[in-house]
């Protein structure tokens, strides 16, 4: 649908988006509705992108992984997932992948890694991380779960909301306090595994959207987590978080904007072939110049969020960038996905229809990885300084 070429995939780039474009319309895009009414994907289908390579793909290979150090793969496997508009499994696989495991690769101890790396890799353990409490959301400083030092382990008492991946997960990266009277300074994390005693899920959400995604509540009570599930050390959480917020919120851009296009590419069909008042719909002006309206500003996000993709590859992604990213975007995704409900009538809104079901699913990216208010505080702090 571009018109501009998209410059920074190679052929090799190419191929691996023809891989997972032929795995997502095996065994993902067929299975999506049943997902949705069961509330999340199945076990079975992250063991398949283990099986086929597509999790944690910079894994290093003493663990099993692919060892890449180019994160195309990784934007190509997320746009690929939002153009079948498969809503759920296009933001709970890269979560897996490309936020959580990070933070146990990059501050993970030997004994970590090597217990939790391998079964994220082929999708025997799948991931999540624990951050907004009920009243704690993108105010991360305002958590109030504890992890009080024992001397040989740590006692995590809290509970956490919002958690993607939360009901499958087996193991979570949870954010607690070490010490409550330091602010962000007394916030560390830690790994937490299903098994251990205290722990405990809530049922999934009732939500408005993102149905095929197991959202739920998590809750810690005297959770026994050995010294070696710290991450990295005491009272550094914050900046770990931090730190890796940015290729999160480049994430979320990166879903946005593909589940966008999926969106406009169905309603583009659907005006094409819906007639009324004796021509098609596609051929009045208003629907015209809304395409192109929508098609301009697709491609000028793409064009956008793929030069974020390049410098992220060379270390050059950097908060407020990534902050713009997500809300530009996100806003972007909510603004074509409501357009294109229009477009529709009153088709637009029937849930069988699946820009209806991209319009209840947009709806949360503003809101979650960072509110977009947030974010746009962000992007002023760094010119305002």
Known sequence: ????????????????????????????????ADWEKNKMVTRESWKKLGENGFLCMQAPEEFGGLGLSDFRYNAIFTEELGLSGCSGPAIGYPLHSDIVFPYLMHYGTDAAKAKYIPGMIAGDLIAAVAMTEPGAGSDLQAIRSTAEDKGDHYLI???????????????????????????????????????????????????????????????????????????????????????????????????AIALAESAFLSTVDYVKNRPAFGKMVSDFQNTRFKIAEMAAKLEQGRIYVDQLVSLHNE??????????????????????????????????????????????????????????????????????K
Request: proline share 2%; with cysteine; charged share 25%.
């Open 1 to 32: 649908m571009y018109n501009v070429p998209r410059m920074i995939f190679t052929e090799e780039h190419e191929l691996f988006r023809q891989s997972v474009r032929d795995f997502i319309a095996k065994e993902i895009a067929p299975n999506n």
């Open 157 to 255: 008492n809290g509970s956490k909301t919002f958690i993607t991946n939360g009901y499958l997960c087996d193991v979570v990266v949870v954010a607690a306090k070490t010490d409550p009277s330091l602010g962000a300074k007394g916030i560390s994390l830690f790994i937490v595994d299903k098994d251990m005693a205290g722990f405990s899920k809530g049922v999934p959400f009732e939500k408005v959207g993102l149905h095929a995604q197991d959202t739920c509540e998590l809750f810690f009570e005297d959770v026994k987590v050995p010294k070696e599930n710290l991450l990295g050390k005491v009272g550094e959480g914050f900046k770990y978080l931090m730190t890796e917020l940015a290729q999160e919120r480049l994430v979320v851009g990166l879903a």
């Open 315 to 384: 270390g050059k992604l950097d908060s407020a960038m990534a902050s713009a990213a997500k809300y530009l975007l996100t806003e972007l995704q909510c603004w074509v996905s409501d357009e294109c409900v229009q477009l529709h009538g009153g088709y637009g809104y029937m849930w069988e229809y699946s820009v209806a079901r991209a319009f209840a699913d947009a709806r949360v990216q503003r809101i979650y990885a960072g509110t977009n208010e947030i974010m746009k505080e962000l992007i002023a702090r760094k010119i305002l």
